[in-house]
């Protein structure tokens, strides 16, 4: 999940034109006037004055109504009614402005996981060796970019600027490495022209669609095209891991792209239920994050059946993956992104720190290193949920965790 989470949907109401409209407007929490103006607070006549901000100001009133289901958990913050007292405004700013900033930071390592990928190709490129970029499966290396793809368009409809950031950078780097891959000849011409497409479009639209600039029905498009890849793609991973243990098939990825093409025409046509538009507009979100969420399931499926593979795992590397998607816990928390958190703490605790229990059990790394990344992430993970409840004045950090799940 470490390049993953990089590594986690405006509610659609059956009224097709307008959640397709409010999708595409911009979320009100992060865009403020750029004027003063008054706000009406909750159940009053009082106001309270908005000074000056510029448009894009990281000083945000308070963004939550309520906190966000698994089905609506794409939804942009609207504004927020009163679950924050406004005499804890302040506390409550700095900690929206830390999380993001936290979100922002987790590009650095991130990035810096990617980067010995890169510049091995690039040598073995270089001195001719074509045949070590057979090592690097492309298929995988797609399978990270279409999470990235599907993520990149979740964060941007939520106005999430740093993991916009986050996730727009692992689909560059993805993509940079799928390239040296095609020039390598590890990767067969035809896809990689369709998969470059893919990522030019994705990154055009998405970048039109944070900034309000693109046609609904274009955007519903794009999302529909991810949908169905991203469910079609999941469970053919999740059959693939344990093959030769059950047969070679790519039955369970023609099922499921029969599934998903069926369910995004229902979801047009008006048949389901209320909730059916809504399930179906976060499952490209979902299949994301579980696609990234099965990374570290396959690798410890690998380290049980070949121990010894666990020598060729780098610690700094899981300790970038730790730290990368550890960064973005305590935002995902403060904005009860279900979704987003879910991912981001799988990832932390099962392929950054899960590999790092694993090498230590194997006598791979020492004590010491062990220690201080158990000391660090359980530390790290008490602050944000400390803090978090500090923030909305809760007297345990027992009911964030059951906002988060349950909603208010």
């Known amino acids: 999940m470490a390049d993953s989470l990089f590594l986690p949907l405006a509610a659609k109401s059956s009224n097709a034109h307008s959640s397709l409209f409010f999708r595409n407007c911009p979320s009100p929490s992060r865009l403020l006037p750029p004027k003063s103006s008054s706000l009406l607070l909750h159940g009053g006549e009082k106001k309270i004055s908005v000074l000056g901000l510029s448009l894009y100001s990281r000083v945000s009133l308070p963004h939550r109504t309520a906190p966000i289901r698994a089905l609506d958990s794409d939804v942009p913050h609207p504004l927020h009614k009163g679950s924050v007292n406004f005499k804890n405004r302040k506390s409550y700013v700095e900690w929206d402005s830390l999380t993001a900033k936290f979100t922002g930071a987790a590009n650095l390592p991130f990035l810096l996981l990617q980067l010995p990928q890169i510049i091995l190709n690039a040598r073995n490129l270089m001195a001719g060796n074509k045949t070590a970029l057979l090592a690097v499966p492309w298929l995988g290396m797609f399978t990270a970019l279409l999470g990235n793809l599907s993520l990149l368009s979740y964060f941007a409809k939520k106005r999430e600027t740093e993991a916009v950031v986050v996730q727009t950078l692992g689909v560059i780097s993805t993509f940079v490495v799928i390239s040296q891959l095609s020039i390598g000849e590890a990767m067969p011409l035809p896809q990689y022209v ?36 991203g469910l079609s793609v999941l469970p053919q991973i999740m059959w693939s891991t344990f093959v030769p243990y059950i047969p070679n098939s ?8 029969v599934v998903a093409v069926a369910s995004v025409t229902l979801s047009h046509s008006g048949k389901l239920s209320e909730k059916g538009p809504k399930f179906i507009g976060a499952i490209s979100g979902w299949t994301a994050t579980l696609l990234f969420m ?115």
Not at 250 to 257: D, K, V
Request: a neutral charge; one cysteine or more.
């Open 194 to 229: 369709a998969t470059s497409v893919v990522v030019a479009a994705g990154l055009i639209l998405n970048f039109l669609n944070y900034y309000g600039m693109l046609n609904s029905t274009i955007w519903q498009f794009w999302e529909d095209f991810i949908t169905v890849g």
């Open 294 to 408: 099965w990374m570290p399931v396959s690798q410890m499926w690998t380290n049980f059946l070949n121990p010894d593979n666990i020598k060729g795992l780098s610690a700094i590397s899981m300790l970038l993956a730790m730290l990368g998607n550890g960064l973005l816990i305590p935002r995902a928390l403060f904005i009860r992104d279900l979704m987003w958190f879910t991912g981001s703490l799988w990832a932390t605790l099962f392929y950054g720190y899960g590999n790092i229990v694993c090498m230590y059990l194997l006598k791979t790394i020492s004590l010491e290193f062990f220690l201080a990344a158990t000391v660090g992430l359980i530390a790290w993970i008490g602050m944000a949920l400390w803090r978090d409840a500090a923030v909305y004045r809760y007297n345990s950090p027992l009911r964030s965790l059951k906002e988060l799940v349950f909603g208010s």
């Open 250 to 257: 790519i039955l369970p990825g023609s099922i499921a792209f």
